[in-house]
């Protein structure tokens, strides 16, 4: 790290490696950049806080918000550091080597926390289909206590069946409260790994939608909301007194300045490219004969059904060397003014003043001069001056449009779909992936990241899939689903759903689309307990420095510690790691140079040859930021009399060969 004043220290038994970092001291050091007088000693004096914000600070005990019982202990229960890791599932993914797809079986809370290092400010899209807390789904009950433990409990990693989550009975006095809790502490940890210029959709129902949006504006501010999307699922329903027919979709976004800098969201109208590509068929066809070309569009209009999505565009037959295009109204709107433009616009055939709208124009005289400037003209003119003129609107300059904050999408064809995949009866209810598609087009591109915590039957890698086809893309998919119990033996938890439908989902869309180069594989990592050991000495310190001599958990791989040293060095899951024999040893360097990582024994005799050949490999590869380095503790020497020699020659030959400024970090496991 650049400003190093001293030496690098080797830090030895380093189990701040076994967490997933402190989010309070993360926030104290980011109040101390910005006010370094109220940060003293690691501790923040709100005082002096409140008055360099003057009047600013809110101090009524009485405020507009959403406030119950346990949001204080929820909003702890987010800068809790994790304590867990995710372990690499080879057997359980798909084209592992290759991909940068990632599925991920464990509680979404833990799981959110272990990737903050990782993908923090990375994520473009999450999207996320709670449980909608109808008194017949689950809300996944956190422990406050030790959630790793309860993730466990109620997987069946302590004890032999594991608990089978329940439903949270509308008949419970804490009915709203659990659902809050259980959201309040993964939003705000989502927010996070968003980022500045990406989006959040949540889907909910009438249950819990007011207080989802309060809690959403809470973390990510009012000003940073989009829109409460309203989806009809059903064209009718049974009810007492209104049947519900639909659902909503609730979109904020990290920063929505950010957000409109990069770009309108628009959405392709539905038939508009199929118009276009026949339209471009006469053109070659025809040439520049735009009666010819008229009048063979017209035709082809009159072929098509009256519920066929390129009829809707048939008003769209005129033509000129631009393109094809509407005839479109240009009068000003009927609204009372009298003040309209009432400019003369000259026939071009006649030289005649046109007739003009009873209303003005709606363009003033310097746009109606400049768009009778293009070639071809803007302005579409009838057979002589007495037809009001109009303007020409190009299908291609306008075949997209706003995502309506209403619309319409069958239910049912979402359950077909699944069905075909992985059979009837596995997964009631899943998402329409015709509907994340347009979420996912809306607000993202090339190489996006698109995350999704409560993954479900996997609607949302489906899409991502789908998408990639159509515009011959490579977006990245990150999804997590908690290995929640089923009655079904062929899919035992709703995780094992998961990853079978994204295997036959993938083969189908790259049948489908046999020359798109499409990633439809993903590795699969499954939540744990750290792979390392807390020291944590007793009455006996002989008998604990003896069980500590390793600090790997037994059954642990090296495969297991290096996916945590990614995760807690905050490198990518997805990114390939490059492999090396050095010294006689395997080295491994992951990042570009980020990070590298030696398990083996390390006698004191070699240390100094490892440390050159690892310092020729970051010579190559020019590391993008300063390296972290970690090394077996028990490793130095075989943990003989001569590894702290071992240590000292190693750090001496790094330190000499790359400089502090080049090191991040030294650690031994």
């Known amino acids: ?46 005082k002096v806080l409140r008055q360099l914000l003057g009047g600013s600070v809110e101090d009524s005990t009485e405020r507009y918000g959403l406030n119950w019982n346990g949001k204080a202990r929820a909003r702890a229960l987010a800068l809790t550091p994790s304590l867990g890791t995710l372990r690499p599932a080879k057997s359980d993914s798909k084209e592992w080597i290759s991909t940068k797809n990632i599925v991920i079986e464990g509680d979404n809370l833990e799981v ?50 594991g608990v089978r989550l329940t439903s949270n009975n509308e008949s419970s006095g804490r009915f709203h409260t659990d659902w809050l809790n259980m959201m309040y502490p993964r939003l705000t940890l989502a927010k996070e790994l968003l980022r500045e210029d990406g989006a959040i959709f949540v889907s909910c129902n009438d249950q819990e939608a007011a207080n989802l949006k309060l809690i959403l504006e809470e973390v990510f501010g009012s000003e940073n909301f989009v829109g409460q999307l309203v989806w009809q699922r059903s064209k009718k329903g049974d009810a007492k007194l209104i049947a519900s027919v ?43 004969d735009h009666l010819a070309i008229r009048s063979a569009m017209q035709s082809w209009y009159r072929t098509l059904s009256d519920d066929d999505p390129m009829k809707a565009h048939k008003h769209y037959n005129w ?24 400019h003369d616009i ?91 598609v347009d979420f996912i087009q809306l607000t993202t591109d090339d190489g996006d990241i698109v995350m999704d915590f409560f993954a479900g039957s996997g609607s949302t890698g489906h899409a991502v899939f789908k998408l990639d086809a159509d515009e011959n893309k490579r977006r990245r998919f990150i999804l997590v689903q908690l ?19 994204l295997r036959r989902a993938g083969d189908k869309v790259q049948s489908d689309n046999p020359d798109a180069k499409l990633d439809t594989g993903f590795r699969v990592y499954k939540l744990a307990t750290s792979n390392l050991k807390p020291w944590q000495p007793g009455d006996d310190l002989a008998r604990d420095l003896l069980d500590n ?119 031994a496991i």
């Open 1 to 46: 790290m650049k400003g190093h004043t001293s030496p690098i220290p080797f830090v030895t038994r380093d189990d701040s490696a076994a967490n997933s970092g402190n989010i309070v001291e993360e926030n104290v050091a980011a109040l101390k950049a910005l006010f370094p007088a109220i940060v003293a000693d690691g501790k923040v004096d709100f």
């Open 112 to 161: 959110l926390k272990l990737l903050r290092k990782s993908y923090a400010g990375k994520i473009k899209l999450i999207y996320i289909d709670p449980p909608y807390n109808t008194g017949k789904d689950f809300v996944y009950p956190d422990n406050y206590t030790d959630s790793l433990a309860n993730y466990e409990q109620l997987t069946g990693q302590r004890g032999e069946d």
């Open 246 to 288: 639909h659902e909503y979709v609730v979109c904020f976004v990290r920063n929505k300045a950010k957000v409109l800098s990069g770009g309108l969201w628009r959405k392709p109208k539905e038939g508009a490219s199929a118009v276009l590509e026949q339209y471009r068929q006469f053109r070659t066809q025809l040439g520049n």
């Open 319 to 342: 033509s000129d060397d631009r393109g094809l295009y509407f005839a479109a109204d240009f009068a000003g709107p009927d609204d009372g003014r009298t003040s309209r433009p009432r």
């Open 346 to 436: 000259y026939h071009p055939g006649t030289g005649k003043v046109c007739k003009k709208p009873s209303t003005g124009w709606r363009w003033d005289e310097s746009k109606t001069e400049w768009a009778l400037q293009q070639d071809p003209p803007r302005i579409h003119f009838g057979p002589d001056e007495t037809t009001i003129p109009c303007r020409k609107s190009y299908l291609e300059e306008i075949d997209s449009e706003p995502f309506a904050s209403v619309f319409y999408r069958d239910g049912r064809s979402a359950t077909l779909e699944v069905e075909g995949l992985i059979g009837k009866g596995v997964f009631p209810f899943p998402k329409n992936t015709e509907v994340l």
């Open 483 to 501: 290995p929640e119990l089923t009655d079904i033996p062929s899919y035992p938890t709703i995780a094992s759903v998961t990853k079978e439908r």
């Open 549 to 667: 001599a390793s600090n790997v958990l037994p059954g642990r791989t090296e495969e297991d510690l290096l996916a945590e040293l990614m995760l807690k060095t905050g490198i990518d899951l997805a990114l390939p790691g490059e492999t090396r024999t050095i010294a006689g040893r395997p080295v491994h360097l992951f990042g570009g140079g980020t990070l590298v990582v030696c398990l083996a024994d390390i006698p004191a005799a070699e240390a100094r040859l490892l440390g050159d050949g690892i310092a020729d490999w970051l010579a190559e590869v020019g590391p993008p930021a300063p390296t972290t380095f970690f090394f077996k503790d028990s490793g130095f020497d075989a943990g003989g009399s001569r590894s702290a020699e071992a240590r000292a020659n190693l750090a001496a030959t790094l330190r000499q060969r790359l400089g502090d400024d080049a090191i991040e970090k030294m650690g």
